[in-house]
């Protein structure tokens, strides 16, 4: 099968994670994979390449309006992006007819690019939905109500990476599937790692951003650092030094010195390994790579109850028959949450916590179910 792949991510996001590990599972299913990428030089095409797949480059970019106040400025944007979207799907249709592609799939939702080239040349579209587009402040391209109507026509098919994105937008049950992102191989978790071995420190993974609820955490671990002196916090992605909300992390932290702003690193599973505990403070995380991950690593969870945190700890309750997180829904509750983390055992829960996701998130797992869904497209599709 010839499979084409269209992202607009080109460096750090977890769209991009996810599109890299499905194309090589894809691939070391036998099958041909090519990426239509924004940029030949970039973290997202130096990785494709590696994997064996095929790099090509067109303008593409989420079909949303500029985000910007000025007027004029937002005009000129949004004309320039019209004409590299038309640009893009010129190019997308070559590449489509030069290399017989079979299946196209875009790798994000807010992404309306690939689909009208698709119906004209009469192949099918896969659309991958990862995000609540209201809680990303986007608006679709032409009217936000377009984007429900496009990815339920004749010919597109649509995976959500969680039951709930799917039950946002109505997905039709018997077309389109609730696929869960492979995070990691299983020989990641199949290592062992007791509580003794762990450090006295509190992990978070993410950006530093409201959305993130890091300045939540900061302040539940300051409260917590008053009883738990030696515990230490890190604080491990990126920020903007100049914005306000980092300001504010910041300030709290000045007064503080077990709390550590360590940007973005190369070693986060090292981190994981050596942690006693990872928060997911999260406000509205569409799946959250960084739970999934932790789980795998050993590393105890503490997460806050809702949206995509929610339903991987209730996967994995329902899954093991237990409970394979620390929950919380408040600053109080995370609080108590730290202080039950430091002082009580938790390796049963991390061990149900590590076998649901082994089963649940797996790479091998997640391209079984993918392949899967493409063999069905196609036979769908065209009646065979």
């Not at 430091?342 to 091998?364: N, P």
Request: one cysteine or more; proline letters at 3%.
């Amino acid at each position: 099968m010839n499979i084409l792949y269209i992202a607009h991510t080109r460096d750090g996001s977890g769209a991009r994670v996810a599109l890299e590990n499905m194309a090589k599972g894809m691939i070391a299913k036998g099958h041909n994979v090519f990426v239509m990428s924004p940029a030949l030089d970039c973290k997202l095409s130096d990785n494709m390449r590696k994997i064996g797949a095929t790099v090509l480059v067109a303008p593409v970019s989420a079909t949303v309006y500029p985000n910007v106040r000025n007027p004029i400025r937002w005009i000129g944007l949004l004309l320039r992006n019209i004409i590299r979207w038309q640009k893009a799907k010129r190019i997308i249709l070559d590449t489509i007819v030069n290399n017989k592609i079979d299946i196209v799939h875009t790798n994000v939702g807010p992404m309306n690019i690939a689909p009208p080239v698709c119906r004209k040349l009469g192949i099918p579209h896969v659309w991958h939905i990862r995000e609540f587009q209201k809680n990303l402040f986007l608006t679709f391209f032409w009217t936000p109500s377009l984007f429900n109507k496009v990815i339920k026509q004749k010919g597109n098919y649509n995976i959500a990476i969680t039951k709930s994105i799917f039950q946002y937008y109505s997905l039709r049950d018997n077309i389109d599937r609730v696929i869960y992102d492979g995070v990691f191989p299983k020989n990641v978790a199949e290592n062992q790692y007791t509580k003794q071995q762990r450090k006295k420190v509190v992990l978070f993974v993410g950006r530093v951003e409201e959305v993130k609820g890091t300045l939540d955490l900061i302040q539940a671990f300051v409260k917590f650092q008053q009883e738990h002196p030696e515990w230490k916090l890190l604080v491990v992605g990126a920020y903007n030094e100049h914005s306000l909300y980092y300001q504010s992390c910041k300030q709290i932290c000045d007064t503080s010195t077990n709390i550590e702003f360590m940007g973005k690193r190369a070693d986060v599973y090292e981190l994981m390994r050596e942690a006693r505990v990872l928060v997911m403070s999260s406000k509205r995380e569409g799946f959250g790579f960084v739970t999934a991950e932790a789980m795998a690593n050993g590393c105890l969870v503490i997460g806050r109850n809702t949206a995509g945190t929610k339903e991987q700890l209730d996967n994995g309750a329902d899954l093991t028959g237990g409970e394979i997180a620390l929950r919380y829904d408040n600053q109080d509750e995370l609080l108590k949450q730290l202080e039950n983390a430091a002082d009580h055992d938790y390796t049963d829960m991390q061990e149900r916590a590590k076998k649901a996701v082994i089963e649940l998130y797996s790479l091998e797992n997640a391209s079984d179910k993918i392949e899967n869904y493409y063999k069905w497209i196609m036979k769908d599709y065209y009646g065979k």
